[in-house]
DNA sequence: AATGAAACGAGATGTCC
DNA sequence: GGACATCTCGTTTCATT
């Protein structure tokens, strides 16, 4: 694995916050030549630093207003009902993290939807998918903070 | 607000997946011209449904193995104390996202760090800035699904 | 081994029809 | 939507330290 350095960090800092930055303009910023920012920015790639450019889309303008944190147990905790969760979660787009937890609570599933209808929906379906002995959820009122950006 | 139809949300699906994409070769696989694609985008980016184009990191590369939420009850609920959180929160880096909840579950935050340890002084800062009269945390065992992309 | 200057060429941009 | 001209910017080459 490659060794980040601390212009490494300078250079993802920038292009953290805007991936269509030009090289030049990120040289300035970081004090380096347009061509030895591609360089780094080129071995980074390759090292899998960095995963990719992606859009950010606004998801209210989608009428995707609503956020909704769901907390899943099961009594179920073999192998294969993990995998069945994972192909679930995996399959269904309005699903945008899941992630197994320690603690009490067994599974956490971040999602986007319009509406408290929409969430309806949601659950039916996954409910439909997956077995789960208690779920239970919570729905954002305020989106206080929402990043991309990885501390550096 | 511009009314988003099924080309336009051809052409985001896309672009969420990857920024990078050649309008060229975008304008073919939605089955438009270059121009015309040039042109949603453009219009997607002023009407504000398109925010930006970030790089993608990959969190252990970078050392950040370690993904938690802390769950966050409070016995004060003046806006001067909400006002406090979200610059709290929104400083720390290590935050990616802090949510206001419904329900009994008062704030949720999402975080970032290194290891257990690096979990350790994020709580303590936290702590240290605003008055919380009840946090526990929750780690991340697996991540199961992590994605940018919303549903279209 | 990493950098900077310069040249090259692909692709983005803007305008025309 | 297509065709065009222009120009920015990513990419390659090479010399330098």
């Keep these: 694995m490659r060794t980040i350095d601390d212009m490494d960090r300078r250079i993802?800092?920038?292009?953290?916050?805007?991936?269509?930055?030009?090289?030049?303009d990120l040289g300035a910023r970081v004090g380096l030549s347009r061509n030895a920012c591609w360089r780094r920015i080129k071995a980074l790639e390759e090292s899998g630093v960095i995963r990719g450019r992606v859009t950010l889309l606004d998801p209210e303008a989608?009428?995707?207003?609503?956020?909704?944190?769901?907390f899943v147990r099961t009594s179920r905790h073999e192998p294969d009902w993990l995998d069945k969760?994972?192909?679930a979660t995996r399959a269904m787009p309005e699903i945008l993290g899941a992630y197994r937890?320690?603690?009490?609570?067994?599974?956490l599933i971040r999602a986007r939807v319009a509406d408290v209808a929409g969430y309806d929906r949601l659950y039916r379906a996954l409910i439909r998918k997956v077995e789960m002995s208690d779920v239970s959820s919570s729905f954002v009122m305020e989106e206080i903070k929402e990043t991309t950006e990885l501390p550096l």
């Design 12 to 24: 993802l800092a920038h292009l953290q916050k805007d991936a269509s930055i030009p090289l030049d």
């Design 62 to 70: 989608l009428g995707l207003g609503l956020t909704v944190f769901i």
């Design 85 to 87: 969760f994972a192909r």
């Design 101 to 107: 937890m320690s603690g009490d609570l067994d599974y």
